[in-house]
């Protein structure tokens, strides 16, 4: 498998930090291991064991989502 593109999209900046649209890219390794890239003035790039991870984080109970950019 090839390594699948997203992007993590928050409807609502439950904790006023990060705003809203599109707040993070991301890519999928065939491994099922995630990087993400924020995108801020102050920006970090994490690394995380699965994108179930990245959601459990930053999902804030379906308030930002991931979309698939590679199908």
């Known amino acids: 498998m090839n390594p699948k593109r997203f992007r993590v999209v928050r409807d609502e900046d439950v904790t006023g ?3 809203v649209g599109v707040v993070a890219y991301g890519v999928m390794f065939a491994d099922g291991r995630v990087t993400t890239c924020w995108n801020a003035t ?6 995380w064991r699965s994108i179930q991870e990245v959601e459990a984080v930053h999902g804030h109970n379906g308030k930002t989502r991931v979309e698939w950019i590679d199908q």
């Open 17 to 19: 930090v990060s705003g």
């Open 42 to 47: 102050i920006s970090q790039i994490c690394v």
